[in-house]
């Protein structure tokens, strides 16, 4: 047995091997091996490494005389602190947890440490006061030395860390040693980077420690990403501890803000030039290793146990959920425009943007989905809120591994497109999408618990702060997600055109287009509450509903090129482009509902514009009167087909009223705030109350509601004109409105007959004025009238479809006052012509007459010019008869006289 040493600051209390076995078994022997924790003795194993690279740099960093005096102090801080774990390490302390020398290959690396470390003590011990003088000349040769005895401590006490993981292994210790193992010797390297820089800084050995440098920061970099992100082949789990995952995100920020320092040494393109830039920024590099350094230890004592003792969600805010909701989110539109680019290369569509898309689209995946998982405090960006949250997304990202694989042979290739990869993509892109959707579902579901607005003190001014509407958001949000879908889904029909498996994408392109125009119309008619989902507030900006008109004016052209697309690919391109700039537009969108406000112009709207606008707001009114006729069939009627036909009615008048509302794709949105709040304040209470009507089975409520709803289009249809005729003076309007009023007319008309003929009225005073009313304007829009043109004779367009209206009319007339229920069908035929032809007419006046072209009167001057040629030669013959009569006369008296 080796007798036994005792040291102090700069001595090691030592026991010879065997006695250290004894020792331990005593240990066990009295019960103490219950409160040995292994663990805890390879994190302070581990320590040792880093100590030995701290002391190595607090004495360079006396050297440059950076806080020389603290430094010192700190280094003889590390020195004591190696001192004193490495006695425990080697006859173990049951206070600590820290067991002692449990084999003999961890002893002999502990009888090697100590044959190292004590002149290496002595060493720093004996120079630190004297390796820089009063004049800052630096002792070289004792820098060298220093450098060149602190690597074998370093060795050789991994060497224990690495003996001491393989003893808890043998000993079934539940412990994750190799785990701790790595993450206790970040700690080491990053002091290790500082010393590093700090001798380059100094000069020594310059091109020998750059290499060094770059080696050790590539250490840390991958194994900071193999003890979060996981490394099986080696043994490494994947990191799944919430408290410990917030911690390592602290971590990564700070190696994001010192890694870029050591980056400047090592770009450097000389040894000189990185001497330089080492010497200059070797005080910033030792201050930010410090908050690295820290958090680094946080983590690893949260490695060797983690109690799940923290609450990351309880410092949340409104905003901070939001933000975790729209990445989530945002990952399942990611996935789709994958899934479209992928497919399109299959389809030989725009293939070389379409791998080019697909690797960014990657790319981009992988980083936003390691964001979530990991968080980002650079990005602003939280870790999970929950363990349940971390679980999923783990999950997710397992998922997305595995898709990802599948996806990356297309970048390069693209034959590896085949029926049997796109069906195992869709499949796990299924799956993957399944568990985002789960996530977002609990993060969406927490936030709406915990949102709570802190309510004033009573002493304090009120305060009334705007709450984001975070649900709108994310439905909003999800709009993008499926547009992409579509563009995925029609790529896919086309794709698998003549399989026998088309993954049933045909209904499913119907279906998503069907789930996007719903929602679309959520987010401008709002939505009740349901659960603990909050309820979509009805938007009441026309600036937004501008905006929202222009993503549906999109969105047809999405849904008309995948139709097509899906038996012809040249579609797909276009399909592709009418996508991303509904995904763009709804981004502005979702920012208008963070921000509370959307910028916008007045609107100046041409002719064909205004006339549509009318159209509109004069077929929401004709259709209040045949939706209410087609009710009164549907209910008093018996054939199936009036209840289909009242299904139609309806639906069309649902659509009337979103067209004068909202816009569509060929109709504009209201040109004003003011007519706007007019539909949404006025027309659209009156509408509500006719759909309350008809779900209570109400005809005479359904008749009174279904006129009031005509009334407020009306007083719509006023400000159209009004405003129409501010701006456009030649506006038609006298034959327009007349025009519609006569199509109001005619279905009320039916609705009116169809009451008389189930006797809901006994009277026909009201639908004889309204045949009275259509026989006046029916002649005015021929003959003219107040504000009503005649039919000139040039239009021979207008008389001759007036004059099939006209033919119509009778026909209709004749049949509005019967009381067969036989006739109804022929009514109603008859009535759906006589429309048929008042639209076309409709059509034809508003086009407006062309006036007759003056010409010259070229008539009248031929026949005057005729007659003044007559005139001319009936005066010659006369004046020659004259002259010759008087000629002849004085011949006769001349021949007198002679004779």
């Given at each position: 047995?080796?007798?036994?040493?005792?040291?102090?600051?700069?001595?090691?209390?030592w026991?010879?091997?065997?006695?250290?076995?004894?020792?331990?078994?005593?240990?066990?022997f009295?019960?103490?091996?219950?409160?040995?924790?292994?663990?805890?003795?390879?994190?302070v194993?581990?320590?040792?490494?880093?100590?030995?690279?701290?002391?190595?740099?607090?004495?360079?960093?006396?050297?440059?005389?950076i806080?020389?005096?603290?430094?010192r102090?700190?280094?003889?801080?590390s020195?004591?602190?190696?001192?004193?774990?490495?006695?425990?390490?080697?006859?173990?302390?049951?206070?600590?947890?820290?067991?002692?020398?449990?084999?003999?290959?961890v002893?002999?690396?502990?009888?090697?440490?100590?044959?190292?470390?004590?002149?290496?003590?002595?060493?720093?011990?004996?120079?630190?006061?004297?390796?820089?003088?009063?004049?800052?000349?630096?002792?070289?040769?004792?820098?060298?030395?220093?450098?060149?005895?602190?690597?074998?401590?370093?060795?050789?006490?991994?060497?224990?860390?690495?003996?001491?993981?393989?003893?808890?292994q043998?000993?079934?210790?539940?412990?994750?040693?190799?785990?701790?193992?790595?993450?206790?010797?970040?700690?080491?390297?990053?002091?290790r980077?500082?010393?590093?820089?700090?001798?380059?800084g100094?000069?020594?050995?310059?091109?020998?420690?750059?290499?060094?440098?770059?080696?050790?920061?590539?250490?840390?970099l991958?194994?900071?990403?193999?003890?979060?992100?996981?490394?099986?082949?080696?043994?490494?789990?994947?990191?799944?501890?919430?408290?410990?995952?917030?911690?390592?995100?602290?971590?990564?920020?700070?190696?994001?803000?010192?890694?870029?320092?050591?980056?400047?040494?090592?770009?450097?393109?000389?040894?000189?030039?990185?001497?330089n830039i080492?010497?200059?920024?070797?005080?910033?590099?030792s201050?930010?290793?410090?908050?690295?350094?820290?958090?680094?230890?946080?983590?690893v004592?949260?490695y060797?146990?983690?109690?799940?003792?923290?609450?990351?969600?309880?410092?949340?805010?409104s905003?901070?959920?939001?933000?975790?909701?729209?990445?989530?989110?945002?990952?399942?539109?990611?996935?789709?425009?994958a899934?479209?680019?992928?497919?399109?290369?299959?389809?030989?569509v725009?293939?070389?943007?379409?791998?080019v898309?697909?690797?960014?689209?990657?790319?981009?995946?992988?980083?936003?989905?390691?964001?979530?998982?990991?968080?980002?405090?650079?990005?602003?960006?939280?870790?999970?809120?929950?363990?349940a949250?971390?679980?999923?997304?783990?999950?997710?990202?397992?998922?997305?591994?595995?898709?990802?694989?599948?996806?990356?042979?297309?970048?390069?290739?693209?034959?590896?497109?085949?029926?049997?990869?796109?069906?195992?993509?869709?499949?796990?892109?299924?799956?993957?999408?399944?568990?985002?959707?789960?996530i977002?579902?609990?993060?969406?579901?927490?936030?709406?618990?915990?949102?709570t607005?802190?309510?004033?003190?009573?002493?304090?001014?009120?305060?009334?702060?705007?709450?984001?509407?975070?649900?709108?958001?994310?439905?909003?949000?999800?709009?993008?997600?499926?547009?992409?879908?579509?563009?995925?889904?029609?790529?896919?029909?086309?794709?698998?055109?003549?399989?026998s498996?088309?993954f049933?994408?045909?209904d499913?392109?119907?279906?998503?287009?069907?789930?996007?125009?719903?929602?679309?119309?959520?987010?401008?008619?709002?939505?009740?509450a349901?659960?603990?989902?909050?309820?979509?507030?009805?938007?009441?900006?026309?600036?937004?509903?501008?905006?929202?008109?222009d993503?549906?004016?999109?969105?047809?052209?999405?849904?008309?090129?995948?139709?097509?697309?899906k038996?012809?690919?040249?579609?797909?391109?276009?399909?592709?482009?009418?996508?991303?700039?509904?995904?763009?537009?709804?981004?502005?969108?979702?920012?208008?509902y963070?921000?509370?406000?959307?910028?916008?112009?007045?609107?100046?709207?041409?002719?064909?514009?205004w006339?549509l606008?009318?159209e509109?707001?004069?077929?929401?009114r004709?259709?209040?009167?045949?939706?209410?006729?087609?009710?009164?069939?549907?209910?008093?009627g018996?054939?199936?087909?009036?209840?289909?036909?009242?299904?139609?009615s309806?639906?069309?008048?649902?659509?009337?009223?979103?067209?004068l509302?909202?816009?569509?794709?060929?109709?504009?949105?209201?040109?004003?705030?003011?007519?706007?709040?007019?539909?949404?304040?006025?027309?659209?209470?009156?509408?509500?109350?006719?759909?309350v009507a008809?779900?209570?089975?109400?005809?005479?409520n359904?008749?009174?509601?279904?006129?009031?709803?005509?009334v407020?289009?009306?007083?719509?249809?006023?400000?159209?004109?009004?405003?129409?005729?501010?701006?456009?003076?030649?506006?038609?309007?006298?034959?327009?409105e007349?025009?519609?009023?006569?199509q109001?007319?005619?279905?009320?008309?039916?609705?009116?007959?169809?009451?008389?003929?189930?006797?809901?009225?006994?009277?026909?005073?009201t639908?004889?004025?309204?045949?009275?009313?259509?026989?006046a304007?029916?002649?005015?829009?021929?003959?003219?009238?107040?504000?009503?043109?005649?039919?000139?004779?040039?239009?021979?367009?207008?008389?001759?479809?007036?004059?099939?209206?006209?033919?119509?009319?009778?026909?209709?007339?004749?049949?509005?006052?019967?009381?067969?229920?036989a006739?109804?069908?022929?009514?109603?035929?008859?009535?759906?012509?006589?429309?048929?032809?008042?639209?076309?007419l409709?059509?034809?006046?508003?086009?407006?007459?062309?006036?007759?072209?003056?010409?010259?009167?070229?008539?009248?001057?031929?026949?005057?010019?005729?007659?003044?040629?007559?005139?001319?030669?009936?005066?010659?013959?006369?004046?020659?008869?004259?002259?010759?009569?008087?000629?002849?006369s004085?011949?006769?008296?001349?021949?007198?006289?002679?004779?």
């Amino acid at each position: 047995m080796r007798g036994r040493k005792r040291w102090s600051n700069d001595a090691l209390l030592w026991n010879g091997f065997p006695f250290r076995c004894l020792w331990f078994v005593v240990q066990l022997f009295m019960g103490q091996a219950q409160e040995l924790n292994w663990g805890k003795t390879i994190d302070v194993a581990g320590r040792q490494r880093m100590l030995t690279q701290r002391m190595s740099k607090e004495f360079l960093q006396v050297a440059l005389d950076i806080d020389a005096a603290d430094n010192r102090g700190r280094m003889l801080g590390s020195i004591n602190l190696f001192n004193v774990s490495l006695y425990q390490l080697i006859n173990g302390d049951s206070v600590t947890g820290i067991v002692g020398t449990p084999n003999h290959l961890v002893g002999s690396g502990l009888d090697e440490v100590v044959s190292l470390w004590k002149p290496f003590s002595q060493l720093l011990l004996n120079n630190v006061d004297t390796i820089r003088d009063a004049s800052g000349f630096v002792d070289m040769n004792i820098i060298s030395m220093v450098e060149a005895q602190n690597v074998p401590v370093l060795v050789k006490s991994n060497v224990v860390v690495g003996r001491l993981v393989d003893a808890a292994q043998s000993a079934g210790a539940p412990t994750n040693g190799l785990v701790v193992d790595t993450a206790g010797r970040q700690r080491m390297l990053i002091q290790r980077m500082c010393k590093e820089a700090l001798l380059i800084g100094l000069g020594s050995s310059i091109t020998t420690n750059v290499g060094r440098l770059k080696g050790t920061q590539l250490l840390f970099l991958n194994s900071h990403a193999g003890i979060v992100e996981g490394a099986t082949w080696a043994g490494v789990p994947v990191l799944n501890k919430l408290c410990t995952m917030h911690q390592m995100r602290e971590v990564t920020y700070n190696m994001q803000v010192f890694s870029p320092l050591l980056n400047q040494i090592l770009n450097a393109h000389t040894a000189s030039e990185s001497q330089n830039i080492a010497n200059s920024l070797a005080k910033q590099i030792s201050d930010m290793s410090v908050p690295l350094f820290s958090s680094m230890v946080r983590a690893v004592q949260l490695y060797v146990n983690d109690a799940d003792e923290c609450d990351p969600a309880a410092s949340m805010g409104s905003t901070d959920w939001q933000d975790l909701l729209l990445r989530t989110d945002e990952l399942l539109l990611l996935e789709e425009q994958a899934n479209q680019y992928y497919l399109q290369i299959g389809n030989a569509v725009r293939v070389a943007t379409s791998q080019v898309g697909l690797v960014v689209t990657l790319n981009t995946i992988l980083d936003a989905i390691d964001n979530l998982v990991q968080g980002n405090k650079g990005l602003n960006i939280l870790a999970p809120p929950s363990q349940a949250a971390l679980d999923g997304l783990l999950a997710a990202k397992s998922q997305w591994d595995e898709l990802q694989l599948a996806y990356e042979p297309a970048v390069s290739n693209i034959n590896a497109v085949t029926a049997v990869e796109v069906t195992k993509i869709d499949r796990l892109g299924t799956a993957f999408q399944s568990r985002l959707l789960e996530i977002v579902n609990m993060y969406e579901t927490v936030a709406f618990e915990v949102r709570t607005t802190t309510s004033p003190s009573p002493l304090s001014d009120p305060v009334v702060v705007r709450e984001v509407p975070i649900h709108t958001i994310q439905v909003a949000h999800q709009q993008k997600a499926n547009a992409a879908k579509i563009a995925s889904v029609a790529n896919l029909v086309a794709y698998s055109n003549g399989s026998s498996d088309d993954f049933g994408g045909v209904d499913l392109v119907n279906q998503t287009r069907d789930n996007f125009i719903a929602t679309h119309y959520s987010l401008l008619e709002g939505k009740p509450a349901t659960g603990l989902f909050p309820a979509i507030a009805e938007e009441h900006s026309v600036c937004a509903i501008r905006q929202m008109q222009d993503i549906y004016t999109d969105f047809v052209a999405v849904d008309r090129y995948a139709q097509e697309g899906k038996t012809n690919p040249l579609m797909l391109g276009p399909l592709a482009d009418a996508v991303e700039k509904v995904i763009t537009k709804y981004t502005a969108v979702i920012d208008y509902y963070k921000q509370g406000s959307i910028a916008c112009s007045n609107r100046s709207y041409v002719l064909a514009e205004w006339e549509l606008l009318i159209e509109a707001v004069g077929s929401l009114r004709s259709l209040t009167q045949e939706a209410c006729a087609d009710y009164i069939l549907a209910t008093q009627g018996t054939e199936p087909i009036f209840q289909e036909r009242s299904d139609r009615s309806m639906a069309a008048l649902l659509a009337a009223f979103r067209a004068l509302a909202y816009g569509t794709d060929t109709l504009p949105a209201p040109p004003s705030q003011s007519i706007f709040d007019q539909v949404i304040n006025k027309v659209k209470p009156a509408f509500d109350l006719f759909i309350v009507a008809v779900t209570e089975a109400n005809t005479m409520n359904v008749v009174l509601q279904g006129d009031n709803v005509a009334v407020q289009g009306t007083e719509v249809k006023r400000l159209y004109f009004d405003q129409a005729l501010s701006t456009l003076a030649s506006f038609p309007v006298g034959r327009l409105e007349a025009g519609q009023d006569q199509q109001f007319r005619v279905n009320q008309m039916v609705k009116l007959s169809f009451m008389f003929i189930y006797d809901i009225t006994a009277t026909t005073t009201t639908l004889q004025n309204s045949i009275a009313e259509f026989d006046a304007v029916h002649l005015m829009l021929k003959d003219g009238g107040p504000d009503i043109p005649a039919i000139v004779d040039q239009r021979d367009d207008l008389l001759t479809q007036w004059s099939r209206v006209d033919g119509k009319w009778k026909e209709l007339k004749q049949l509005l006052l019967t009381r067969s229920v036989a006739d109804v069908p022929n009514l109603q035929a008859t009535k759906d012509i006589l429309i048929e032809e008042m639209i076309v007419l409709q059509g034809l006046f508003a086009i407006p007459d062309q006036p007759v072209a003056e010409t010259f009167p070229w008539m009248f001057v031929a026949y005057g010019a005729m007659g003044l040629f007559l005139l001319s030669c009936a005066c010659g013959a006369v004046y020659i008869h004259f002259v010759s009569r008087r000629k002849k006369s004085t011949q006769n008296q001349n021949g007198w006289s002679q004779a």
